[in-house]
Protein backbone atom coordinates (compact mmCIF):
# COMPACT_ATOMS: atom_id res chain seq x y z
CA UNK A 1 0.00 0.00 0.00
CA UNK A 2 2.08 3.02 -1.16
CA UNK A 3 0.81 6.20 0.17
CA UNK A 4 2.17 8.65 -2.95
CA UNK A 5 -0.45 8.55 -5.64
CA UNK A 6 1.12 9.33 -9.04
CA UNK A 7 -2.34 8.94 -11.04
CA UNK A 8 -4.75 11.90 -10.89
CA UNK A 9 -7.70 9.78 -10.00
CA UNK A 10 -6.11 7.64 -7.57
CA UNK A 11 -4.77 11.13 -5.59
CA UNK A 12 -8.18 12.58 -5.83
CA UNK A 13 -9.73 9.53 -4.09
CA UNK A 14 -7.24 9.44 -1.23
CA UNK A 15 -7.59 13.41 -0.62
CA UNK A 16 -11.38 12.56 -0.42
CA UNK A 17 -10.70 10.45 2.23
CA UNK A 18 -11.89 7.40 0.14
CA UNK A 19 -8.40 5.67 -0.12
CA UNK A 20 -10.45 2.20 1.13
CA UNK A 21 -11.86 1.97 -2.60
CA UNK A 22 -8.02 0.87 -3.49
CA UNK A 23 -6.35 -0.78 -0.47
CA UNK A 24 -9.51 -2.92 0.38
CA UNK A 25 -8.99 -3.92 -3.20
CA UNK A 26 -7.66 -7.33 -4.07
CA UNK A 27 -5.48 -6.96 -5.20
CA UNK A 28 -4.86 -2.93 -4.99
CA UNK A 29 -2.62 -2.56 -7.69
CA UNK A 30 -5.73 -3.62 -9.66
CA UNK A 31 -8.29 -0.91 -8.07
CA UNK A 32 -7.58 2.08 -9.72
CA UNK A 33 -8.08 -0.06 -13.84
CA UNK A 34 -11.39 -1.58 -12.03
CA UNK A 35 -12.68 1.93 -11.26
CA UNK A 36 -11.85 2.85 -14.58
CA UNK A 37 -14.15 -0.21 -16.47
CA UNK A 38 -16.95 0.43 -13.83
CA UNK A 39 -16.94 4.53 -14.94
CA UNK A 40 -16.68 3.14 -18.62
CA UNK A 41 -19.30 0.98 -17.86
CA UNK A 42 -21.61 3.90 -16.30
CA UNK A 43 -21.21 6.37 -19.08
CA UNK A 44 -22.00 3.91 -21.59
CA UNK A 45 -25.02 3.65 -20.02
CA UNK A 46 -25.86 7.13 -19.39
CA UNK A 47 -25.02 7.50 -23.22
CA UNK A 48 -27.99 4.65 -24.14
CA UNK A 49 -30.01 6.47 -22.04
CA UNK A 50 -29.70 9.52 -21.84
CA UNK A 51 -28.08 10.08 -25.82
CA UNK A 52 -26.08 13.69 -26.05
CA UNK A 53 -27.57 14.99 -23.00
CA UNK A 54 -25.31 12.12 -21.10
CA UNK A 55 -23.36 13.23 -18.25
CA UNK A 56 -19.51 12.15 -18.57
CA UNK A 57 -18.45 9.86 -15.82
CA UNK A 58 -14.83 9.55 -16.35
CA UNK A 59 -11.77 10.11 -14.14
CA UNK A 60 -10.94 13.32 -15.75
CA UNK A 61 -14.77 14.56 -14.87
CA UNK A 62 -14.38 13.46 -11.11
CA UNK A 63 -11.16 14.60 -10.63
CA UNK A 64 -12.33 18.50 -12.55
CA UNK A 65 -15.85 17.87 -10.73
CA UNK A 66 -13.89 17.39 -7.63
CA UNK A 67 -11.85 20.48 -7.41
CA UNK A 68 -15.55 22.50 -7.55
CA UNK A 69 -17.15 20.29 -5.42
CA UNK A 70 -15.62 17.90 -3.01
CA UNK A 71 -18.47 16.69 -1.61
CA UNK A 72 -19.94 15.64 -4.63
CA UNK A 73 -17.87 13.52 -5.54
CA UNK A 74 -17.04 12.01 -2.30
CA UNK A 75 -20.59 11.19 -2.09
CA UNK A 76 -20.09 9.03 -5.59
CA UNK A 77 -16.95 7.44 -4.51
CA UNK A 78 -18.59 6.07 -1.50
CA UNK A 79 -21.15 4.25 -3.53
CA UNK A 80 -19.16 3.18 -6.73
CA UNK A 81 -17.09 0.03 -5.00
CA UNK A 82 -21.11 -0.96 -3.84
CA UNK A 83 -23.16 -0.43 -6.40
CA UNK A 84 -23.93 -3.62 -8.96
CA UNK A 85 -25.64 -1.88 -11.81
CA UNK A 86 -23.91 1.01 -14.07
CA UNK A 87 -27.42 2.44 -14.34
CA UNK A 88 -27.98 3.28 -10.61
CA UNK A 89 -24.45 5.06 -11.21
CA UNK A 90 -25.66 7.61 -13.54
CA UNK A 91 -28.81 8.04 -11.50
CA UNK A 92 -26.89 8.90 -8.53
CA UNK A 93 -24.49 11.51 -10.65
CA UNK A 94 -27.68 12.65 -11.80
CA UNK A 95 -29.13 13.44 -8.59
CA UNK A 96 -25.86 14.85 -8.13
CA UNK A 97 -26.44 16.92 -10.91
CA UNK A 98 -29.54 18.35 -8.88
CA UNK A 99 -32.29 16.28 -10.85
CA UNK A 100 -35.15 16.12 -8.68
CA UNK A 101 -36.34 12.92 -7.05
CA UNK A 102 -40.60 12.31 -7.92
CA UNK A 103 -40.68 8.92 -6.97
CA UNK A 104 -38.93 6.20 -4.82
CA UNK A 105 -40.19 2.56 -4.38
CA UNK A 106 -38.97 -0.36 -2.68
CA UNK A 107 -39.89 -3.73 -2.17
CA UNK A 108 -37.94 -6.73 -0.37
CA UNK A 109 -39.23 -10.15 0.70
CA UNK A 110 -36.68 -11.99 3.05
CA UNK A 111 -37.95 -15.24 0.47
CA UNK A 112 -35.94 -13.08 -2.47
CA UNK A 113 -37.42 -10.58 -3.95
CA UNK A 114 -35.92 -6.99 -4.29
CA UNK A 115 -36.94 -3.95 -6.35
CA UNK A 116 -36.15 -0.70 -6.60
CA UNK A 117 -37.49 1.88 -8.25
CA UNK A 118 -36.28 5.85 -8.68
CA UNK A 119 -37.85 8.47 -11.00
CA UNK A 120 -36.35 11.77 -11.32
CA UNK A 121 -38.10 14.59 -12.70
CA UNK A 122 -37.52 15.36 -16.63
CA UNK A 123 -34.47 17.22 -17.94
CA UNK A 124 -34.92 16.88 -21.58
CA UNK A 125 -37.12 19.46 -24.03
CA UNK A 126 -39.96 16.57 -23.75
CA UNK A 127 -40.75 16.59 -20.25
CA UNK A 128 -40.18 12.71 -20.05
CA UNK A 129 -39.00 11.86 -16.59
CA UNK A 130 -35.93 9.40 -15.94
CA UNK A 131 -36.67 6.19 -14.59
CA UNK A 132 -33.99 4.04 -13.05
CA UNK A 133 -34.91 0.24 -11.34
CA UNK A 134 -32.92 -2.41 -10.31
CA UNK A 135 -33.65 -6.59 -8.86
CA UNK A 136 -30.35 -6.02 -7.20
CA UNK A 137 -29.81 -5.71 -3.16
CA UNK A 138 -26.22 -4.50 -3.34
CA UNK A 139 -27.88 -1.06 -4.96
CA UNK A 140 -29.83 0.09 -2.40
CA UNK A 141 -26.66 1.31 -0.43
CA UNK A 142 -28.01 4.38 -2.57
CA UNK A 143 -31.10 5.27 0.03
CA UNK A 144 -28.70 5.59 2.64
CA UNK A 145 -27.21 8.77 0.84
CA UNK A 146 -30.77 10.31 0.28
CA UNK A 147 -31.22 13.46 2.26
CA UNK A 148 -34.62 14.22 3.67
CA UNK A 149 -36.69 17.72 4.33
CA UNK A 150 -39.84 18.08 5.56
CA UNK A 151 -41.85 20.89 4.22
CA UNK A 152 -45.03 21.22 6.52
CA UNK A 153 -47.03 17.76 6.97
CA UNK A 154 -45.05 16.59 3.47
CA UNK A 155 -41.50 15.08 3.12
CA UNK A 156 -39.19 15.04 0.13
CA UNK A 157 -35.84 12.79 -0.74
CA UNK A 158 -33.23 15.43 -1.70
CA UNK A 159 -29.95 15.32 -2.44
CA UNK A 160 -27.34 12.80 -2.71
CA UNK A 161 -24.77 13.12 0.32
CA UNK A 162 -21.28 12.00 1.64
CA UNK A 163 -21.47 9.61 5.11
CA UNK A 164 -18.91 10.85 7.18
CA UNK A 165 -16.73 7.40 7.41
CA UNK A 166 -13.95 9.23 9.53
CA UNK A 167 -14.22 9.56 12.67
CA UNK A 168 -11.97 12.77 13.54
Known sequence: MSSVATDPFEAMIREAGEGWLIDWFAPPEQAIPSLH???RRAEDAARQRLGQDAPRLTPETLVETYARNP??????????GSVASPHILVLVWRILQGIEIVAIRMEYDAAGLFHLYVKLASSNADGTPEEYESNDID???VLRHLG??????QGAFDGFYPMNLQQK
Do not use: N, Y
Not at 148 to 153: A, E, R, V
Open 139 to 141: DSV
Open 71 to 80: HKVRAFLQVI
Open 37 to 39: ETL
Open 148 to 153: TLKMGS
